[in-house]
């Protein structure tokens, strides 16, 4: 199978929970049923069970990062995104990774590896363009300038990068400055794609999350997004002017770009890691 045939497979969590703050995280809300979000956790097993899973199915593009981030501190110590990467190019898969961390960098040597036979994807998830922002709202999380530094240490590497501009806050990011700093930014780092969705959804214990840390941040922002209500979905106002502004400057910067367009709310990993793989194969 030639690996642009390859489908997106196995969504792959090594971690429980996560610990980069980040105040609008959607892996709160109860759906994901993890407790206790902010303490990272993992089962003794998981790298076992991974590789006997991975032996029983077809060849495919793992993808990882969609409810914690891989590259969260831990890692650091216990390298289980490592040795997980270290099965996937064992078997021969694929790998598409979500994450908001440098810290990948340090494995940039089996991300070669599996791309000598298999789509191998990185997707940075940037929502800011400006590190004091980024400090407020993804608190515990690398700064954005170290995130594009690293898509340019990435892709210096021959490991395709993106960015994944996903949430935008209403009111908080949904300026024109933020959006097309975002563009330019990725496109001086190589970012080979950039997509983005100029919403945010709010659920639950999620929801509830947000609202004290926002209010605390931001204090005038409740009442605006009150007017904003009329389900989990928060849009900016200004959403169309910004897909606009957003086309405008991919365009600008010759940068392929895709637009998140739905009113519906996605919870599967796969179909979002497929958008991100096709627009990197572009
Ligand atoms: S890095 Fe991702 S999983 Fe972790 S807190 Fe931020 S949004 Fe949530």
Redesign the pocket.
């Known amino acids: 199978m030639q690996y642009n045939d390859m489908a997106v497979g196995y969504s792959l969590n090594i971690y429980k929970g996560?610990?980069?703050?980040?105040i609008?995280?959607?892996?709160?809300g109860e759906y994901y049923g993890i407790t206790d979000f902010d303490n990272i956790s993992f089962e003794d097993n998981v790298l076992r069970n991974f590789r006997n899973d991975i032996k029983n199915i077809e060849r495919c593009i793992e993808t990882t990062g969609g409810?914690?981030?891989p590259y969260?501190p831990l890692e650091q110590k216990y390298k289980l995104t490592q040795k997980a990467l270290e099965i996937i190019n064992e078997f021969n898969f694929g790998v598409c990774i979500i994450t908001?961390s440098d810290m990948i960098t340090r494995d940039i040597n089996i991300l070669q590896n599996i791309k000598t036979h298999s789509l191998t994807n990185v997707a940075f998830?940037i929502t800011c363009a400006d590190d004091e922002m980024c400090r407020m709202i993804?608190p515990l999380?690398p700064l954005s300038s170290r995130r594009f530094a690293a898509i340019k240490e990435l892709t210096r590497y021959g490991i395709t990068a993106g960015v994944l501009l996903n949430p935008i806050l209403p009111y908080i990011t949904d300026t024109e400055e933020n959006v097309r700093g975002i563009v330019k930014k990725a496109k001086e780092a190589g970012a080979c794609y950039i997509y983005a969705t100029m919403e945010v959804v709010l659920e639950d214990l999620q929801r509830e999350h947000f609202f004290i840390k926002a209010n605390h941040l931001f204090p005038e922002i409740n009442d605006k997004y009150i007017r904003l209500e009329n389900s989990c979905v928060f849009r900016s106002p200004y959403e169309k002017d910004l897909h606009i502004v957003f086309a405008e400057e991919c365009k600008r910067q010759g940068i392929v770009f895709g637009i998140h367009n739905s009113d519906t709310v996605t919870r599967n990993a796969k179909i979002f890691a497929t958008t991100l793989l096709n627009l990197c194969k572009q």
Request: charged residues 20%; contains cysteine.
């Open positions: 996560c610990n980069h703050g980040c609008y995280c959607s892996s709160r409810l914690s981030d969260n908001k998830s993804e999380a």
